[in-house]
Protein backbone atom coordinates (compact mmCIF):
# COMPACT_ATOMS: atom_id res chain seq x y z
CA UNK A 1 0.00 0.00 0.00
CA UNK A 2 0.86 3.67 -0.51
CA UNK A 3 2.92 5.39 1.99
CA UNK A 4 2.59 8.83 1.81
CA UNK A 5 5.93 11.50 3.01
CA UNK A 6 5.90 15.16 3.10
CA UNK A 7 8.85 17.20 2.76
CA UNK A 8 9.64 20.98 2.08
CA UNK A 9 7.55 22.58 5.19
CA UNK A 10 9.44 25.57 6.80
CA UNK A 11 8.44 29.10 7.42
CA UNK A 12 8.27 32.34 5.18
CA UNK A 13 7.01 35.78 4.95
CA UNK A 14 3.83 36.56 3.94
CA UNK A 15 4.00 36.81 0.44
CA UNK A 16 6.57 34.37 0.00
CA UNK A 17 6.80 31.31 -1.38
CA UNK A 18 7.33 27.59 -0.79
CA UNK A 19 6.82 24.05 -1.95
CA UNK A 20 5.87 21.20 -1.16
CA UNK A 21 6.57 17.95 -2.02
CA UNK A 22 5.13 14.24 -1.42
CA UNK A 23 7.40 11.08 -1.83
CA UNK A 24 5.09 7.86 -2.18
CA UNK A 25 6.95 4.28 -2.01
CA UNK A 26 4.55 2.55 -4.04
CA UNK A 27 5.39 0.91 -7.89
CA UNK A 28 1.75 1.49 -8.50
CA UNK A 29 1.88 4.83 -8.08
CA UNK A 30 -0.04 5.85 -10.80
CA UNK A 31 -3.30 4.00 -9.64
CA UNK A 32 -3.78 6.47 -6.89
CA UNK A 33 -5.34 9.87 -6.72
CA UNK A 34 -3.68 12.39 -4.58
CA UNK A 35 -4.68 15.05 -2.26
CA UNK A 36 -3.37 17.56 0.26
CA UNK A 37 -5.23 18.55 3.20
CA UNK A 38 -4.05 21.23 6.59
CA UNK A 39 -5.01 21.37 9.81
CA UNK A 40 -4.48 24.91 11.79
CA UNK A 41 -3.97 24.93 15.54
CA UNK A 42 -7.39 24.32 17.00
CA UNK A 43 -8.95 23.54 13.70
CA UNK A 44 -10.03 20.67 11.79
CA UNK A 45 -8.59 19.00 8.81
CA UNK A 46 -9.36 20.83 5.85
CA UNK A 47 -8.90 20.26 2.02
CA UNK A 48 -6.41 22.16 0.08
CA UNK A 49 -6.49 20.32 -3.55
CA UNK A 50 -6.11 17.13 -5.55
CA UNK A 51 -5.06 15.91 -8.30
CA UNK A 52 -6.15 12.60 -9.91
CA UNK A 53 -4.10 9.54 -10.79
CA UNK A 54 -2.88 10.19 -14.53
CA UNK A 55 -2.61 14.98 -13.53
CA UNK A 56 -5.23 15.60 -15.77
CA UNK A 57 -7.77 16.88 -13.28
CA UNK A 58 -7.19 19.22 -10.46
CA UNK A 59 -9.21 20.86 -7.53
CA UNK A 60 -8.62 23.68 -5.28
CA UNK A 61 -10.29 25.04 -1.97
CA UNK A 62 -11.58 28.48 -2.65
CA UNK A 63 -9.07 29.79 -0.85
CA UNK A 64 -6.04 28.79 -2.14
CA UNK A 65 -7.61 28.45 -5.66
CA UNK A 66 -5.02 31.09 -7.60
CA UNK A 67 -2.40 30.90 -5.09
CA UNK A 68 -1.59 27.02 -4.97
CA UNK A 69 -1.03 24.57 -7.91
CA UNK A 70 -0.76 20.60 -7.16
CA UNK A 71 1.14 18.56 -9.42
CA UNK A 72 2.38 14.75 -9.95
CA UNK A 73 5.42 13.28 -11.72
CA UNK A 74 4.27 9.71 -11.82
CA UNK A 75 7.62 8.66 -13.18
CA UNK A 76 9.05 9.83 -9.09
CA UNK A 77 6.06 8.51 -7.23
CA UNK A 78 5.76 12.13 -6.33
CA UNK A 79 3.37 14.68 -6.04
CA UNK A 80 3.93 18.76 -5.25
CA UNK A 81 1.79 21.50 -3.75
CA UNK A 82 3.77 24.78 -5.55
CA UNK A 83 2.52 27.70 -2.58
CA UNK A 84 2.46 31.20 -3.83
CA UNK A 85 1.29 34.85 -1.71
CA UNK A 86 1.60 32.96 1.14
CA UNK A 87 -0.39 34.29 3.90
CA UNK A 88 -0.89 34.28 7.99
CA UNK A 89 -4.06 32.05 7.69
CA UNK A 90 -2.25 29.50 5.42
CA UNK A 91 -0.29 28.48 8.75
CA UNK A 92 -0.83 24.95 9.52
CA UNK A 93 0.25 21.50 9.35
CA UNK A 94 0.22 20.04 5.80
CA UNK A 95 -0.58 16.62 4.99
CA UNK A 96 -0.53 14.32 1.80
CA UNK A 97 -3.33 11.44 1.24
CA UNK A 98 -3.77 9.13 -1.37
CA UNK A 99 -6.78 7.05 -1.92
CA UNK A 100 -6.83 3.81 -5.06
CA UNK A 101 -8.87 5.13 -7.70
CA UNK A 102 -12.34 4.66 -7.42
CA UNK A 103 -12.33 4.87 -3.73
CA UNK A 104 -14.45 7.28 -2.09
CA UNK A 105 -11.92 8.81 1.15
CA UNK A 106 -8.30 8.92 1.06
CA UNK A 107 -7.01 6.36 3.02
CA UNK A 108 -3.58 7.17 3.50
CA UNK A 109 -1.90 9.23 5.44
CA UNK A 110 1.42 11.38 5.61
CA UNK A 111 2.72 12.90 8.99
CA UNK A 112 2.36 16.29 8.04
CA UNK A 113 4.90 18.85 7.61
CA UNK A 114 4.69 22.59 9.60
CA UNK A 115 4.50 25.49 7.07
CA UNK A 116 4.11 28.98 9.69
CA UNK A 117 4.00 31.86 7.41
CA UNK A 118 4.39 35.52 9.26
CA UNK A 119 2.89 38.72 8.71
Known amino acids: QVQPVESGGGSVQAGGSLRLSCAASEPTFMSYDMAWFRQAPTKERDFVAA????????WYAASVEGRFSISRDNAKNTVYLEMNDLKPEDTAVYFC????????????WGQGTQVTVSS
Open 51 to 58: INWSGGRA
Open 97 to 108: AARYRGDADYNY
